[in-house]
């Protein structure tokens, strides 16, 4: 079936910037989403790709999508400590009712 | 912006009850539901899509006997896990409007 992949954790200095990758299979999705979950809360939608589209920038948060490779990143500026969360990247399966398919998750900890 | 409301967020109950998660959207008529059901450390797997006033369809591997769905009206879904057992803990979450977020703030149910 269709698989999205993440690395699980990524610790940063507050200020530098992160880095998430993600990695999916179906070449159909027509977006690409990241969320960001805080502990025991919901998901949020923080931003999200259309396919035919290499970039997206939205104040810190930047998206990128190699859609040869089927990468995806979310690269977050002068990160701070309140970005500790967890990220997950989802991909939209077109052929499948439109359901959201979701990555593993990373876990990103920021240190002061 | 469109809000879901899920509650309770927090339940534990003992093995063999029933409980009852409600999802509301607040501001919006939602015909699709989405539920959601995430184990420690991983990542969010679809459960079942709640339909206003027809069946729910489930994934595969769901026991729809189990997890019941009830999408009565335009703003509220309601899963019930029944009989419950232990290997049932876990974080249930909820989503409207096209399953690409409005997510709930979710629930976390313990069978003890």
């Known amino acids: 079936g269709e698989d999205v992949e993440q690395s699980l954790f990524l610790s940063v200095r507050e200020g530098d910037s992160s880095v998430i990758n993600c990695t999916y299979t179906d070449s159909s999705s027509t977006y690409l989403y990241w969320y960001k979950q805080e502990p025991g809360a919901g998901l949020q939608l923080l931003t999200y790709?259309?396919?035919?589209?290499d970039m997206k920038q939205d104040q810190r948060l930047t998206v990128l999508l190699n859609k040869k490779d089927k990468h995806l990143s979310l690269r977050i500026a002068d990160t701070q400590t309140g970005d500790s969360a967890i990220y997950f990247c989802a991909e939209k399966e077109d052929n499948q009712g439109g359901k959201l398919i979701f990555g593993q998750g990373t876990e990103l900890s920021v240190k002061p | 912006g469109a809000v879901v409301s899920q509650h309770p967020s927090r339940v534990i109950c003992k093995s063999g009850t029933s409980v009852k998660i409600e999802c509301r959207s607040l501001d919006f008529q939602a015909t699709t539901m989405f539920w959601y059901r995430q184990f420690p450390k991983q990542s969010l797997m679809l459960m079942a899509t709640s339909n206003e006033g027809s069946k729910a369809t489930y994934e595969q591997g769901v026991e729809k006997d189990k997890f019941l769905i009830n999408h009565a009206s335009l703003t509220l879904s309601t899963l019930t896990v029944t009989s419950a057992h232990p290997e049932d803990s876990s974080f249930y979450i909820c989503?409207?409007?096209?399953?690409?977020?409005?997510f709930g703030s979710g629930t976390r149910l313990t069978v003890v």
């Open positions: 989503s409207a409007r096209g399953g690409t977020g409005t």
């Open positions: 790709i259309f396919s035919n589209m």
